[in-house]
């Protein structure tokens, strides 16, 4: 079996949903945020280490509205991100629908009285080379059209002096760096369109200049994707990813200074801390890693180990400094309900052990599409552990990963197989089924049947 696991692909975009009622703003934690002078304007906030440490973080009312309205009332104030994954979503009316404009929802966090507002910019051009479900609207060589007509644009808003005041938190190009790891060149998962991204050096290109642009707004805070602990917790992955990191954020015109940490498991599925087992345990006096199938040769076995060794060991190695965090997307990772094991699995061999006592559920690591059994995860949260910035739904709960079969649309979205409940699966998850949810909608659209799930295997229990 390889030592460089088959990478778990995953789309996740803006939902088609109603805008409704605004609801109360959720606080991560309760205090008042601090501000300097700039001139005679009150309203300049300080840089801070962790953006999340005290702010109350924006509540989208299209999201809240959709989840209200499909029986989330429960966790309809919760902060959510709002994805920018394409021209027309700056303005408005993405994936078709009439959810709010970028400067509508920052008009609204400042109604909110929000201290801060999580955003993702997603729109690199050749965009999500192993995942047909996430493709986006421009081409690999339109990296001029990337900069012109989608980051100047979201900067031009975010500079806005009427929201110097709030803390723009960037989660940058989802899974787009990990991909020029583990799906290029002599590698069984390399695609020719992740071969093409890596010669043309748009995807190192296009983060930095994402992060060089908003980050001159000393109220704008990047954090770069990291892919999550079951694609890049692999020795052949780990440094490299780090690397490769640090060169896009010396590319563009950017510096590590423009860059506040990283961004893991977002819209994916890894648990965040497993508690029945750990990587140096032993079963028969044999370690349980190379011997687990589910774990093969990983390093780690979560996502909060993984993050935290990446913030604090691998890019401080790559050259980035160091103390920076790591927001973990908790959306859809909770792995509650009746299967949630109590306690290890018995000791009678390493597979037993592992899979007995192993929350996340899904049939392999590198399923990533509307996993079936899923719940949501911990609520948002700032600073829960060491490097750890937040735990974040930074996926908004309910939105589809991808359609189940081909749907035909104008949104530039392709029909993946890894999104059809009857795929034997593919190098990239070691040919297992696909453990997706049937009946889905294109990725971004409301999936009514999904969110029924995440609430009720929720965990921590609503």
């Known amino acids: 079996m390889s030592r460089t696991n088959p990478p778990p692909r995953r789309s996740r975009r803006r939902a088609y949903l109603v805008a409704g009622a605004l609801v109360g703003a959720a606080a991560m934690t309760v205090s008042t945020l601090s501000t300097a002078s700039a001139g005679d304007d009150p309203q300049v906030l300080q840089r801070v280490d962790n953006p999340y440490a005290g702010a109350q973080l924006y509540v989208n009312p299209d999201w809240s509205a959709a989840a209200t309205e499909g029986g989330g009332a429960a966790i309809a104030d919760q902060p959510t991100a709002v994805w920018l994954d394409s021209r027309a979503a700056i303005e408005g009316g993405s994936a078709g629908s009439n959810t709010m404009g970028l400067r509508e929802h920052l008009d609204e966090a400042v109604a909110q009285g929000a201290d801060a507002i999580q955003i993702v910019t997603y729109n690199l051009p050749g965009r999500d080379c192993a995942a047909l479900a996430s493709n986006g609207e421009l081409g690999p060589e339109e990296i001029d059209v990337y900069k012109t007509e989608f980051i100047d644009p979201i900067n031009a808003i975010v500079s806005d002096p009427a ?7 960037n989660i940058v190009e989802i899974d787009s760096l990990p991909n020029l790891i583990t799906n290029v060149g002599s590698r069984e998962t390399a695609t020719p369109e992740c071969d093409e991204m890596l010669a043309n050096g748009n995807y190192v290109e296009g983060v930095g200049y994402n992060v060089a642009t908003l980050g001159d707004n000393e109220n704008v805070y990047n954090y770069i994707d990291i892919g999550h602990h079951g694609w890049i917790g692999w020795e052949d992955n780990f440094q490299a990813t780090a690397d490769l990191l640090f060169e896009a954020a010396n590319a563009g015109g950017a510096t590590p200074d423009d860059v506040a940490g990283f961004a893991a498991n977002t819209a994916n599925y890894s648990a965040t801390v497993e508690e029945n087992f750990a990587i140096g345990d032993t079963i028969n ?55 949630r094991p109590s306690g290890p699995g018995p000791e009678t061999s390493a597979d037993e052990y592992v899979d007995g006592g192993r929350y996340d559920r899904r049939i392999h690591l590198g399923n990533w599409c509307n996993q079936s059994g899923a719940g949501l995860g911990e609520r948002p949260a700032a600073a829960p552990a060491a490097n750890i910035d937040a735990y974040a739904w930074v996926k908004p709960p309910g939105e589809s990963d991808g359609s189940s079969e081909e749907i035909p649309n104008d949104e530039g979205k392709g029909f993946d197989r890894m999104c059809d409940p009857t795929y034997e699966g593919n190098p990239r998850n070691q040919n297992n089924p696909s453990g997706a949810l049937p009946d889905a909608p294109i990725s971004g659209h409301w999936f009514q049947a999904q969110f029924e799930e995440l609430l009720a295997n929720a965990y921590p229990p609503l």
């Open 285 to 339: 006096g044999q370690p349980i890693r190379g011997e687990s199938s589910w774990i093969d040769w990983n390093n780690y076995v979560d996502e909060q180990s993984f993050a935290q060794d990446f913030a604090s060991v691998a890019a401080p190695a790559a050259g980035f400094p160091q103390g920076l965090g790591v927001v973990i997307d908790t959306s859809r990772n909770g792995w509650g309900g009746p299967d």
């Open 163 to 169: 929201y110097a005041g709030l803390r723009i938190i």
